[in-house]
């Protein structure tokens, strides 16, 4: 599939599909692609290929941890949802939760999660990991669009999403009002994505990934048609001075932006990420906001 495109249009999320593994018999194009078409191209991807997702990148995102991105920055450590000892006892919504590693990480923590993804398989996934202690799930699944949170006004303390579900829908601020909507005042939204730079840059671990190839301000979205002409795959780009508007425009105060830096440690390819090109310029970017 790599060779098919020549910008970085981003991977998919930690918590759902490796696009890299996934062969198009078809054509990649960059055109419009509005909501509907987007959710249901994604819910395809996600089912087919999150058995080969999480049998490639199981052992690294672990049954019940909390990994913001390729870089490997671990909640535990990076504390962005807040001070783990203060996490007990809170309603905690994951967006894009995938396997729902993420979610086992907080309940272990005392927390009250609830994972929601789009993906039937993965959520499958989610139920086969179980606890890590061989039995069921300690919280709630819930297979939904994030653009339509099926939840009641100010059913969480806080929200996070780890690589979900923003890069993949076409009208986020949508997503980021029903986040909103469903926080209590002052409720915490923490996120992680592609670093936005990234969509101007081919899609390579190696050197040929540090070279310029589109622009930068091109929002047009980067779409994988199979040989009938069906949409299978969308990533949608958004520059970061566009993430900001859409947050406030959504009720958010936007708290920091971070930029995991590339550690010694890892030693992994993931797609486009690698050490080459990790520690040369960012491939995460994690909003931190407050909901007003």
Do not use: K
């Amino acid at each position: 599939m790599e060779q098919q495109h020549e910008v970085d249009r981003g991977t998919p999320p930690l918590t759902q599909g490796d696009h890299q593994g996934d062969p198009v018999d078809g054509d990649a194009v960059r055109r419009p692609a509005g909501g509907r078409e987007s959710s249901r191209a994604s819910r395809g991807w996600w089912d087919r290929n999150a058995d080969e997702y999480q049998n490639d990148h199981g052992d690294f995102l672990g049954d019940a941890r909390f990994v913001w991105g390729p870089e490997g920055l671990d909640e535990s450590t990076a504390c962005l949802l807040g001070p783990a000892e203060q996490l007990h006892g809170l309603d905690v919504l994951e967006v894009g939760a995938g396997a729902a590693q993420c979610s086992r990480w907080l309940a272990a923590r005392g927390a009250r999660p609830v994972a929601l993804d789009l993906s039937h398989r993965q959520l499958q996934h989610a139920l086969r990991i179980g606890d890590g202690q061989g039995g069921g799930l300690a919280f709630p699944l819930v297979e939904a669009d994030a653009r339509a949170l099926p939840f009641a006004d100010g059913s969480f303390d806080l929200a996070c999403s780890a690589y979900g579900a923003i890069p993949f829908v076409a009208d986020p601020e949508r997503v980021f009002a029903e986040v909103a909507r469903v926080l209590r005042p002052g409720g915490r939204w923490v996120f992680s994505l592609t670093h936005p730079l990234r969509w101007a840059l081919a899609d390579e671990p190696g050197t040929e990934g540090l070279t310029v190839l589109a622009s930068y301000f091109d929002r047009t979205p980067y779409v994988e048609q199979d040989a009938a002409g069906r949409t299978v795959y969308v990533e949608h780009h958004r520059t970061l001075g566009d993430r900001v508007r859409e947050l406030v425009g959504a009720g958010f105060r936007l708290d920091d932006v971070v930029e995991p830096e590339w550690p010694e440690w890892n030693q992994q390819v993931w797609g486009g990420w690698s050490p080459l090109r990790g520690r040369l310029i960012p491939g995460t970017a994690i909003f931190v906001c407050t909901r007003a």
